[in-house]
């Protein structure tokens, strides 16, 4: 007996409504002036020649009248182009790529667990059901001294990892781009658990000699979304200080952080947080739009810190033993849910198009004045971005967002695979993601990209670019030696 296939018709036609719907609200003002223009253009046909000449002829202009008008539309142009914001270009980043010898394959992970924790085969069990789900690969990065047993986290060892990281990520922009140190007027630098005196900034001026009277900043504490906590700093410094270049280093320290305590909810960090970093040149020169690979678009940052729970959902403090470490807290996803709205709240009517802002909002008022049980409508946020880099904190953090966001595998694709690949690198993970994108081969001109990070304290930030050109597939970077196994299939349990 023939298979009865089920009836696509309603959906299909329900499909076409919609698109035809978005269509015509998103160019209203075009299909309204066509009619216009060609009315006008009909009419002038009509004149003829002679008619139209008369008609010329028969408006008299003043010499006083022409000159004011000047004056007035010179003014007006020298008014809006004096307080235009400037334009701010992301001329290109290098992510840093760890050596081999780092590696943490899992039963390596595993067995110094068992190790370090042989008192405690409960804390080893834990973190091994946490590895199994937590969509990270076999390649993935330790800095070398917590490959000792037990770990030694000195401050020299973290100074270290610190100096191969940052050094190797500048130095690696610094060939892409060909900037000169001297060339840099603004320096940002976001570490959140490591800050040293004197500071990493400090650190970046002394090795490359940069000048005196260079602008730079330490950020820490802030988190994983401080890279675009830098980002937005530079944005606004940028305005400021005309034809300037400015640097920007997101990283995260690991050695002086892994916890060798026996507390559940602060062993996590541990199985998820790898070696990671990224240097981003961001600069105002329009000499610089030509080869710049992005145009800043937007930036919103929203933070929930009023809320007690949500200040201490991301915790550094110590255990029964007085042994430091993160604690997260169970509240966490709902926390950065909450979070992820109020930031959608804010972001939505600067991105999404007419179509999308006219539904939401007869939603809205639906909701409010007839019955508030109605579905709230979630904007489709696709219509907005062609790409999006969702902070790859873990695998529920992009689980969630798919969902929520309703995004198809492949636009959490880069996230996922950056997970799996490098695991959690806090605040460079998202360039990290934009780079996977690039190697691939899929970004065009005219794309437009959202990076989503969460971080303590506890804050959702959002940055939107504008792909200047069609980039080229990478011939170096941290997938190119990788790009071509990827995408794997991530199971949903590992068995160790």
Not at 90 to 115: Q, W
Not at 146 to 165: D, F, N, Q
Not at 242 to 249: F, G, K, L, Q, R
Not at 399 to 415: F, G, I, R, T
């Amino acid at each position: 007996m023939p298979q009865i296939l089920p009836d696509f018709s309603n959906s299909v036609k329900l499909k076409y409504v919609k698109l035809g719907y978005q269509y015509l609200v998103n160019h209203i003002l075009y299909l309204l002036l066509i009619p216009v223009i060609v009315g006008v253009s009909i009419e002038v046909l009509r004149l003829g020649p002679d008619e139209i000449f008369n008609l010329w002829k028969s408006l008299h202009f003043d010499l006083v009248q022409i000159l004011c008008s000047s004056f007035f539309i010179i003014f007006a142009a020298t008014v809006y182009f004096m307080s235009k914001p400037r334009t701010i270009y992301l001329v290109d980043y290098a992510c840093y790529k760890p050596p081999v010898t780092c590696r943490v394959p899992f039963s390596t992970f595993m067995e110094h667990s068992r190790l370090i924790l042989k008192d405690n085969p409960k804390s080893v069990e834990f973190q091994m059901r946490i590895l199994e789900r937590s969509g990270l690969g076999e390649e993935t990065c330790l800095p070398p001294a917590i490959h000792y047993i037990p770990p030694k986290p000195t401050m020299e060892a973290a100074r270290g990892e610190a100096e191969l990281v940052i050094f190797s990520a500048v130095d690696s922009l610094f060939k892409k781009t060909g900037l000169k140190p001297k060339d840099i007027d603004i320096l940002i630098v976001n570490c959140s658990l490591f800050s040293p005196t004197p500071s990493l900034s400090a650190m970046i001026i002394n090795k490359y000699k940069l000048r005196s009277n260079i602008k730079s900043f330490n950020l820490s504490g802030m988190g994983c979304s401080a890279g675009l906590i830098s980002i937005d700093l530079a944005r606004d410094l940028l305005q400021v200080h005309p034809n300037s270049n400015a640097v920007v280093v997101s990283t995260e320290i690991i050695t002086p952080n892994y916890y060798q305590g026996k507390e559940r909810a602060m062993l996590l960090p541990n199985c998820l947080f790898r070696m990671g970093g990224a240097a981003i040149l961001l600069s105002n020169r329009r000499s610089q739009r030509w080869r710049a690979k992005y145009r800043l678009v937007h930036v919103v940052r929203t933070h929930k810190g009023a809320d007690d729970k949500a200040y201490r959902c991301v915790y550094e403090e110590e255990d029964k033993e007085g042994k430091v470490g993160i604690n997260l807290s169970k509240d966490l996803m709902a926390i950065a849910g909450e979070a992820l709205k109020s930031n959608i709240t804010t972001i939505g009517p600067l991105v999404l198009p007419a179509s999308e802002q006219i539904l939401f909002l007869f939603t809205l008022i639906g909701r409010k004045i007839f019955n508030p049980k109605w579905k709230p409508y979630i904007p489709d946020f696709k219509q907005a971005f062609e790409h999006f880099c969702i902070h790859a904190g873990g695998r529920a953090v992009i689980d969630e967002l798919q969902k929520n966001l309703q995004l198809s595998a492949e636009h959490v694709e880069a996230s996922r695979m950056t997970l799996h690949r490098f695991g959690n690198t806090s605040s460079s993970s998202l360039w990290y993601e934009l780079s996977y994108i690039e190697s691939k081969g899929r970004m065009k001109r005219g794309d437009r990209v959202w990076q989503i990070a969460f971080g303590s304290g506890f804050k959702c930030n959002s940055a939107v670019w504008k792909c200047n050109k069609t980039i080229k597939t990478p011939k170096d970077g941290p997938w190119a030696d990788c790009i071509d196994r990827y995408p794997v299939h991530i199971p949903e349990v590992v068995k160790l």
